[in-house]
């Protein structure tokens, strides 16, 4: 076995987005490419030498082979030591458990998260720091940097690296360590949740359907909710995580998980119903004839989550990303604590964990999770749902209707406009940003703006300053509209309208989303016009 030294030289586009390097799979695949930025990621967080690194994906198209030249340069870097997941499966948040736990000096995950998977589809790497969280804005601009002015990657010619024997070798100088990717993950879940209510609810006939999506939680669930906690085989739907994940599209919401909202909505829909994303970190929650918005949910496990043992003490502090709803802020309004605005990105609650100022984060992205990882996890979120619901013993509509009725209704919905030409999207914000000075006290139907600005984010732990993080425009009503361009896409500009409308009156609680958010909706359109700079009549996707 020798090592190379690799002459190269920068290519273009290799900038981390919300969520580490996101682009088509052709792309990663093609000459030096995956090379360059596994170089520019080890370059970029001081070298590897001596490190022990944590090193899994979500099992899409190319995940297997990504990992062998991972591995390979690891070595050549001089890394001490990698810690995979057999054949290469980790989920986000069980490869964040593990970076903790085993006290390593990071992870490299092999994700694009939700977008789906393929040779002709989407694929995705990012470092997470010893903490077990995605790299924050200081680490990625390092790594950016290197990636415009690398000229030379170091790989060790050997053959593959066994991932589905469990057990240790070694790869040239370097020590691999193949590991279950479930058992760690599965005994910090026992920890955190009282296993005893959760079994008793379904041995009492409580029926549930999780739909894995055919990504990475399905052999998570299965070992974990039909494994340890007796629900009956066959909850656990497409549960086998393919290269493509069967062609689906492994969003869980009502729109890609379909499938699901069918299920739940029929005449013999189960008790309770989740699905979870590609990687594993998004979850999503629906009851018999109830859908559960993820900023609802958050809300309601703000509110309830001291039910489970390792809440139970209460939580130190809330936080949410700035286009979720408030739906959270009220009930840490009435309970006393610290509620947190961040921008869009689960990389900016790391600290807020770190330092014990928020115990539970969450995102209107379908993102949930505590201070146990620095990940969101959505089997986490799933049972959490279940040590509620055993406690209780309360249906999930009764849940979301005594919580509304308690804290009032924060109607919810985000219009999405996907691959919209790059300018067309630019010049709408700069549209709107252009307005900022007018639009306060101007009225839209019903409506009169409060506020309009662009939200920033002082990081009240480092002092970091993130500017740019989204378009805001309040109403008197206590509703509101957020423009937001998404940082995950990998063709074009996604568009992102978050609309949002308090209701506190009881006898309104029952409307549907889109009727009571009509008002909103037709003012966001009015204020940015956003039929003419898209050219799209409608948005692609409404959630
Ligand atoms: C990633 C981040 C999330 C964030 C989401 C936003 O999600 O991890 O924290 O909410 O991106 O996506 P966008 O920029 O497209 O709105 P994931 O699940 O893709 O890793």
């Given at each position: 076995m020798t090592r190379h030294s690799v002459q190269t030289q920068p290519v273009d586009g290799q900038k981390p987005g919300t969520s580490g390097l996101r682009k088509k799979t052709r792309v990663f695949m093609g000459a030096h490419y995956l090379e360059n930025y596994v170089q520019s990621i080890f370059d970029g967080i001081g070298g590897v030498e001596g490190k022990t690194l944590v090193v899994g994906g979500d099992g899409r198209f190319f995940n297997d082979r990504a990992i062998q030249v991972i591995l390979r340069m690891a070595e050549a870097n001089g890394a001490a030591a990698c810690i995979v997941g057999q054949n290469g499966i980790l989920s986000t948040p069980a490869a964040s458990h593990l970076i903790r736990k085993r006290?390593?000096?990071?992870?490299?995950?092999?994700s694009a998260s939700h977008n789906p998977g393929g040779e002709d589809e989407d694929f995705g790497l990012k470092y997470n720091g010893p903490n077990g969280g995605p790299a924050n804005e200081g680490v990625?601009?390092?790594?950016?940097?290197?990636t415009k002015t690398i000229d030379q990657y170091h790989i060790l010619d050997a053959q593959d690296v066994d991932l589905?024997?469990?057990?240790?070798?070694t790869l040239?100088?370097?020590?691999v360590e193949i590991v279950d990717p479930v058992a760690d993950y599965a005994d910090l879940m026992e920890q955190l949740f009282d296993f005893d209510a959760i079994r008793a609810l379904f041995a009492s006939g409580f029926r549930m359907r999780f739909d894995a999506m055919h990504a990475v939680t399905g052999p998570y669930a299965t070992a974990i909710l039909e494994g340890k906690l007796g629900a009956a085989k066959g909850t656990v739907v497409n549960g086998t995580p393919l290269p493509d994940f069967g062609g689906g599209h492994p969003d869980p919401n009502p729109i890609w998980a379909k499938d699901l909202m069918d299920a739940m909505f029929a005449q013999d829909a189960p008790d309770f119903g989740a699905a979870s994303d590609g990687?594993?970190?998004r979850n999503m929650i629906v009851g018999r004839s109830q859908y559960v918005t993820p900023s609802d949910s958050l809300a309601v496990l703000a509110a309830l989550a001291h039910l489970a043992p390792a809440y139970s003490k209460g939580l130190a502090g809330v936080a949410r990303s700035m286009p979720t709803s408030g739906a959270v802020d009220r009930v840490a309004a009435a309970k006393g604590i610290e509620c947190f605005e961040t921008p869009t990105g689960w990389k900016f609650f790391g600290n807020l964990l770190d330092a014990g100022r928020a115990t539970l984060c969450g995102e209107e992205s379908a993102g949930t999770g505590s201070d146990h990882v620095r990940e969101k996890d959505g089997l986490w979120a799933v049972l959490l749902w279940l040590n509620i619901l055993a406690v209780t013993r309360k249906s999930v509509k009764e849940l979301m209707n005594d919580h509304w009725a308690e804290y009032g209704r924060n109607y919810y919905s985000r219009h999405d406009y996907e691959d919209v030409d790059a300018g067309a999207a630019a010049t709408m914000m700069d549209g709107l940003r252009a307005q900022f000075g007018t639009l306060v006290g101007k009225t839209f139907g019903p409506l009169t703006v409060s506020s309009a600005d662009e939200f920033a984010y002082d990081d009240p732990v480092d002092g970091s300053h993130s500017a740019g993080q989204g378009i805001r425009i309040g109403f008197s009503s206590g509703g509101r509209v957020v423009f937001r361009l998404s940082g995950t896409g990998t063709v074009g500009a996604t568009v992102r309208v978050y609309l949002e409308e308090l209701e506190t009156d009881p006898a309104r609680m029952d409307q549907d989303a889109q009727e009571a958010?009509?008002?909103?909706?037709?003012?966001?359109?009015e204020i940015a016009g956003i039929r003419a700079h898209t050219g799209r009549t409608a948005p692609n996707v409404i959630t």
């Open positions: 006290g390593t000096d990071g992870g490299l995950i092999l990625t601009d390092k790594i950016f940097a290197r589905g024997a469990i057990g240790t070798s040239g100088a370097m020590t990687d594993g970190d958010l009509a008002p909103i909706i037709a003012a966001a359109e």
